[in-house]
């Protein structure tokens, strides 16, 4: 019913760049809260930042600020997450999830989530 799709993650150098997409159907982007969480193998999920219906952000983690940032397209109903200065430690498996109008850090609060997109950082 509410379906989300993560795209964009691969393989980038130390200080690279990535551009993550979300993909909404089904629902108008614009009237939930997009979060992003990622999850490094054998390790707890980690919420890294989030934008509510409203525009405004949240950063879970004091590792994504002046890095980070997220975007909306309404027109093609997807949310983009530009990561800058990437490092080894943001390695993990990178998901959106979503929830009506307002953020949550608790990742059991939102009702709609995508398989994941890989990001990778090494030399």
């Known amino acids: 019913q509410v379906q989300l799709v993560e795209s964009g993650g691969g393989l980038v150098q130390p200080g690279g760049s990535l551009r993550l997409s979300c993909a909404a159907s089904?629902?108008?982007?614009?009237?939930?809260?997009i979060g992003w969480f990622r999850q490094a193998p054998g390790q707890e999920r980690e919420g890294v930042l989030c934008i509510d219906s409203a525009g405004g952000t949240t950063y879970y983690t004091e590792l994504a600020k002046g890095r980070f940032t997220v975007s909306r397209d309404n027109a093609k109903n997807t949310l983009y997450l530009q990561m800058n200065s990437l490092k080894p430690q943001d390695t993990a498996v990178y998901y959106c999830?979503?929830?009506?109008?307002?953020?949550?850090?608790?990742?059991?609060?939102?009702?709609?989530w995508g398989q994941g997109t890989q990001v990778t950082v090494s030399s």
């Open positions: 089904r629902f108008a982007l614009n009237d939930y809260a």
């Open positions: 999830v979503a929830r009506l109008y307002l953020c949550s850090r608790r990742y059991a609060d939102f009702v709609s």
